[in-house]
């Protein structure tokens, strides 16, 4: 998968998009959200998952 982090901090935006990575889509989603960032996730089955203030930014 690929996932790309829109965050105030770039240090925050790379420790999230690994954390997301590593958990994968639907949980990655979540977190993404909890932590009030806006995310761009693209799936192995090329789906591609973002928040909706992503294409804003």
């Known amino acids: 998968i690929s996932v790309t982090v829109l965050a105030e901090a770039a240090v925050d935006a790379d420790a999230l998009a690994t954390a997301i990575?590593?958990?994968?889509?639907?949980?990655?989603?979540?977190?993404?959200?909890?932590?009030?960032?806006?995310?761009?996730?693209?799936?192995?089955?090329?789906?591609?998952?973002?928040?909706?203030e992503f294409n804003n930014q």
């Open 21 to 52: 990575f590593v958990l994968g889509a639907e949980d990655g989603r979540l977190l993404a959200e909890k932590r009030g960032v806006d995310v761009l996730i693209i799936t192995e089955d090329k789906e591609i998952l973002k928040s909706q």
